[in-house]
């Protein structure tokens, strides 16, 4: 069964959420305040593949939760949902580790396909993760270890999340190359996709914050101006 931790201070629309993905075929436990959600994680012993997360929440917010998610488990998706418009919310949820997010008010087919599409990509990578090949990517002083989804720089290991294995998994299986915005987005988020694309500028800046010596002068994460990005690691 399919499992979804959703966390909403708002009882009408947890309860709208909730009956939405129960009805699209998930197992889903409820949790009023960010204090409960991370009760209820540690209860189910970390068991779900993806949170759905409110940022405006008294108490624990939702910034907090995905904060403390993403520290116990590098691979559970999370979901921001926010009331505001305001860019800054949605930079700092996926800063902070969150996948993707969903702007109130939204239709049960939006969030149904945005749970669905990480929920794929999640399985897919624990489903890597417990196969038996051992291929290693190489770049430079970096090494991608596909069956670990672990990335290595001089041996020093460096945290990603599913989402940021996957773009250094298509950085490096296309190095030099000056990879589009949208190719990006469709490699990693998949081609249903209905968010935004500065997603991806997101996703690039947290990275080049773990893999870069100097974050603000990136030497390996290369922007290509008006179109998107490269790799560069000899």
């Known amino acids: 069964m399919k499992k979804i ?21 998930y197992d889903v436990v409820e949790a009023d305040c ?3 959600a991370l009760e209820k994680y540690n209860e189910h012993n970390g068991d ?3 949170a759905i997360l409110d940022i405006m ?7 907090q939760v995905c904060k403390e998610l993403r520290v116990k488990d590098g691979d559970i998706g999370i979901i921001m949902l926010t009331a505001k418009t305001q860019e ?3 930079v700092t949820g996926l800063m902070l580790g969150a996948d993707d997010y969903v702007t109130k008010p939204f239709s049960p087919s939006e969030l149904v396909a945005r749970v669905d599409a990480l929920h794929r990509r999640v399985a897919l990578a624990r489903q890597d993760k417990k196969s038996n090949f051992k291929e290693e990517l190489k770049s430079g002083e970096f090494v991608l270890n596909l069956r670990n989804r672990a990335l290595l720089k001089n041996g020093r290991m460096i945290e990603l999340t599913q989402v940021e294995f996957q773009i250094m998994e298509y ?9 589009d915005r949208t190719d990006i987005l469709t490699h990693v988020w998949g081609e249903s996709y209905v968010g935004e694309e500065k997603i991806v500028d997101v996703n690039i800046r947290r990275l ?3 893999v870069e010596d100097e974050p603000s002068n990136p030497k390996y994460i ?11 690691a000899s």
Do not use: H, Q
């Not at 931790?5 to 075929?25: H, K, M, P, Q």
């Not at 929440?57 to 910034?63: E, K, R, V």
């Not at 950085?171 to 990879?179: D, Q, W």
């Not at 290509?224 to 790799?231: D, I, M, P, R």
């Open 171 to 179: 950085f490096f299986s296309n190095p030099g190359a000056a990879l």
């Open 5 to 25: 931790l959703v966390c909403e201070d708002e009882s009408a629309i947890r309860d709208f959420v909730v009956i939405n993905l129960t009805r699209a075929g």
């Open 34 to 36: 960010g204090e409960v």
């Open 48 to 50: 779900f593949d993806v």
């Open 208 to 210: 080049r914050m773990k």
């Open 57 to 63: 929440m008294p108490g624990i917010d939702g910034f």
């Open 222 to 232: 290369v922007t290509v101006w008006g179109l998107g990005y490269k790799w560069e």
């Open 88 to 90: 800054m919310d949605k």
